[in-house]
Nanobody, 122 residues
């Protein structure tokens, strides 16, 4: 049995930075494309970023381009989402998920973590 665990969410002021982690157990994360998504109450889950399983190709939502960076650490079996210049509209629960191809659509992913809360507020 495998598991995905997100961590790193916190309360941060506008303009601040956070690094989210997506750690896996029971599987090799490098075998999968990994996506980061976020969701606020009453809205659909939104794709934020994705990284491929082979060539390191990345994809970002327009709303986070230039501010967020996705990366892998295969030695730690972890995918990170570095978030800088955070804005109030980045407030959401952030989820990571496993897929086979780089994508920002939820349908491309089959396994999800439980989420971590990011709140951007002064």
């Amino acid at each position: 049995q495998f598991g995905l665990v997100e961590s790193g969410g916190a309360l941060v002021q506008p303009g601040g930075s956070l690094r989210l982690s997506c750690s896996a157990s029971g599987l090799v994360l490098d075998y999968y494309a990994v996506g980061w998504f976020r969701q606020v109450p009453g809205k659909e889950r939104e794709g934020v970023s994705s990284i491929s399983r082979s060539d390191g190709r990345t994809l970002y939502a327009d709303s986070v381009k230039g501010r967020f960076t996705i990366s892998r650490d295969n030695a730690d079996n972890t995918v990170y989402l570095q978030m800088t210049n955070l804005k109030s509209e980045d407030t959401a629960v952030y989820y990571c998920a496993l897929g086979l191809v780089v994508s920002l659509t939820t349908g491309a992913y089959g396994s999800w973590g439980q989420g971590t809360q990011v709140t951007v507020s002064s």
